[in-house]
């Protein structure tokens, strides 16, 4: 079910709330892992400094099966080059809901644990759903 999307000041309010809700700050791209990433998979994307490590938050657009295939493929690209990868549900979108789909990448030393990071978010999901 693909939901209304959200309006620019609600995805920022969402994505503040994740914030919050992972205990992390907002943070920069150090210049060396942008060019470790290579090719970008989604320029909508933002970074999070997190007591585990960097977070770096992609947001895919994922509205059918050869999209979600070609960014699958980019995420095994990504994980080739030393960082660990997974996309999580489409309802901790920062977009919109069902139409964009997170890739969370970390770098393979950090102690991020992904399904950590979504156990964490699940209670500010519905604080943050639109209407």
Not at 35 to 58: D, M, N, T
Not at 61 to 73: F, L, M, S, T
């Amino acid at each position: 079910m693909t939901m209304r999307p959200f309006t620019v000041e609600e995805a920022r309010a969402r994505r503040r709330h994740f914030t919050r809700a992972l205990g992390g700050r907002d943070a920069q791209i150090p210049e060396y892992i942008a060019k470790q990433l290579g090719a970008w998979p989604s320029r909508h994307y933002f970074a999070l400094r997190l007591p585990e490590g960097l977070l770096i938050w992609f947001e895919c657009w994922c509205n059918h099966e050869g999209v979600i295939e070609a960014k699958r493929q980019e995420a095994k690209r990504i994980a080739s080059r030393g960082f660990r990868v997974a996309f999580i549900s489409t309802t901790f979108s920062t977009n919109w809901v069902g139409e964009r789909r997170p890739l969370l990448v970390t770098l393979l030393d950090n102690t991020l644990n992904f399904e950590n990071v979504v156990e964490r978010l699940s209670p500010v999901l519905s604080a943050t759903e639109p209407t």
